[in-house]
């Protein structure tokens, strides 16, 4: 305990030079109390802090207590090292004080319920903050009585899952808040037994937000008026309906087919990786127009918009993609590449069938020709100044022509 490798070795030493500074004052003073007892007298337990002779710092618990030698009276003391215990209460007093800080400062919910009755033991600030409920309001009441669980038989499920499988990751729940307010969450589970008793411990992360995006997100897709695919590892991961019913394909079934399959052949598939991956692994928007190939074989010319959705990262940019199609037709295409349409000669203008003066004599209309220089009725509408046929807009017989 003190070093020394023999004990011939320490006798004659110092023992208070082993002590640390301040600790060797207090155990002069408890020797020198110690010699004024009466044999059999004994003083309580004390901790002390010591150095070996390799300086190695040692916590003891010390004890003395008075008895009689063969040259007299003298003190005998017991030392207990209480290093390696001490290390592990302190290691776990940094252990709790750390769990307790992540638990205080996560941004996800985290509780701690009784497993057969659903009664909280524990819960953090995030779930006060989003529940609305106080700690003081939640503890030791179940969540069936706060109605915390928008269905009550999702913990039940939940609890059934924990003991079948021994925890749950990422399932979605829907909870309700003290304000009626419906929060849809990722929950994970995993029991945890303390004194005899079994506790379930919840991770619970707000998506609500995530959610609505997700939601919006599917709106766009669903109801977009070009097809949408996403691939991954040349493998779609998401098309929109308007993709399976361009390429021919039921509902659902193209999600996980290969890349190629909606191209004429794997020649054409691998020309169109080599043209455009260097371009997609530039981080580069890709418009292209290429033939492609339905579900029954036929095929058709197809406008294509592309771009990595992982430019970063080369050896995926090739791989992975977010694509948009269309069909093209002659009427879509750019005026360049339309078929030019023969114009037809303009004709020359056709003379209007003026009236003659044989005619001018034929019975008077509301609408008459009249041939002059300049028409006297004040409500003629032929142009001043005009020698020529025009026709007057006046009463028979007010009609000058």
Same mark, same amino acid.
């Given at each position: ?15 208070? /030079? ?39 710092? #040692? ?36 252990? &709790? ?8 400062? /996560? ?52 609890? /059934? ?19 009626? &307010? ?5 929950? /994970? ?147 360049? #590449? ?64």
């Amino acid at each position: 305990m003190f070093g020394y490798t023999q004990r011939s070795s320490m006798i004659g030493q110092d023992l208070f /030079s082993h002590y640390e500074p301040g600790d060797d004052e207090r155990a002069r003073q408890r020797t020198a109390k110690m010699e004024t007892l009466p044999v059999g007298a004994l003083l309580p337990m004390a901790e002390f802090k010591l150095r070996t002779l390799s300086r190695r710092r #040692r916590l003891v618990q010390a004890t003395s207590v008075r008895v009689d030698a063969t040259s007299g009276p003298a003190t005998l003391s017991f030392f207990i090292d209480q290093t390696e215990t001490s290390r592990a209460q302190e290691a776990l007093r940094r252990s &709790e004080g750390l769990l307790s800080h992540l638990v205080a400062t /996560s941004p996800d919910v985290i509780t701690l319920t009784e497993m057969s009755s659903g009664r909280y033991a524990m819960v953090n600030k995030t779930f006060e903050r989003l529940s609305g409920y106080t700690s003081d309001e939640v503890m030791g009441r179940t969540a069936d009585e706060l109605g915390i669980w928008q269905n009550l038989a999702d913990r039940d499920q939940v609890v /059934s899952a924990v003991r079948q499988h021994g925890r749950i990751n990422e399932m979605p729940f829907n909870f309700v808040a003290k304000s009626g &307010e419906v929060i849809s969450m990722v929950l /994970s589970a995993a029991p945890f037994n303390m004194d005899g008793q079994a506790y379930l411990v919840i991770n619970a992360r707000d998506v609500s937000e995530t959610e609505r995006t997700r939601l919006v997100h599917a709106a766009i897709l669903q109801n977009a008026s070009i097809g949408i695919c996403l691939t991954r590892d040349q493998h779609f991961v998401q098309v929109n309906p308007l993709v399976e019913e361009m390429f021919g394909w039921p509902p659902g079934t193209l999600l996980g087919q290969h890349a190629s399959v909606v191209w004429p052949n794997p020649e054409a598939y691998a020309s169109v990786a080599a043209d455009l991956g260097p371009r997609f692994e530039a981080g580069e928007q890709v418009e292209t127009e290429r033939s492609m190939r339905r579900h029954d074989g036929t095929f058709f010319l197809c406008r294509i918009l592309a771009k990595a959705s992982t430019p970063t990262t080369p050896a995926a940019a090739a791989r992975s993609g977010f694509w948009k199609t269309s069909p093209r037709s002659a009427a879509s295409k750019p005026p360049w #590449r339309r078929p030019r349409t023969r114009r037809k000669p303009p004709t020359a203008p056709r003379a209007p069938s003026w009236p003659t003066p044989a005619t001018r004599s034929a019975p008077r209309s509301t609408a008459c020709w009249a041939w002059r220089a300049c028409c006297s009725s004040p409500i003629c509408k032929k142009r001043p100044g005009a020698n020529t046929w025009t026709r007057c807009w006046t009463a028979p017989r007010a009609c000058p022509g």
